[in-house]
């Protein structure tokens, strides 16, 4: 018996020692291999960023211009300058930005000229729509007043009759 009971306490204790060993080992990893993971992801992100960012933002640029949002493509090319100052494609980026500058200076100046006639034209319009709803109304509180009149002239008439004869 007494040498079961010493076989089972050494089984115990190797069992014990090896899930002791098991925690330990999950609990060392986890607290290496996250930060570890964690830091190679910005790493890598930085890392991509340095190597394909300022071919990126030029494209994010170029995209925008074709869509026609300037105020966009003038903002990733400042964001390339700012973080990549020195690159090819800043260099590229700064005749584009002048072409930004440029379209809109022009588009600016057309609305400048314009302005006038397209807010006469905007208020003539408004104009009329006002019009057209206080007519509507107009028309919707006549009709409401007629109809209401009527009905208080059958509530009152007999009080109005007995008045008219008093008279």
């Known amino acids: ?21 098991l925690v330990v080992f999950a609990v060392m990893s986890l607290a290496v291999t996250v930060p570890v993971k964690s830091r190679n992801a910005t790493l890598t992100k930085q890392i991509d960023e340095i190597q ?6 030029l494209d994010e640029a170029n ?25 090819l494609e800043a260099a590229e980026g700064t005749a584009l930005y002048v ?8 588009s600016e100046m057309k609305w400048d000229a314009a302005v006038e006639t397209v807010k006469t034209a905007w208020e003539s319009t408004r104009a009329e729509e006002i019009r057209a709803e206080f007519e509507q109304k107009r028309v919707l509180m006549e009709t ?14 007999a009080t109005v009759r007995e008045e008219w004869e008093k008279l």
């Open 52 to 57: 394909y960012g300022a071919a990126r933002l």
């Open 144 to 157: 409401t007043m007629s109809e209401t009149l009527a009905k208080e002239w059958e509530k009152s008439e």
């Open 99 to 106: 072409e930004i500058e440029a379209t809109l200076h022009e």
């Open 1 to 21: 018996m007494a040498q079961k009971e010493k076989k089972q306490v050494w089984i115990n204790r190797v069992l014990a020692f090896l899930f002791g060993g």
């Open 63 to 87: 995209a925008f211009i074709l869509i026609g949002s300037y105020e966009k493509a003038k903002s990733s090319l400042e964001s390339l300058f700012e973080k990549h100052p020195a690159s």
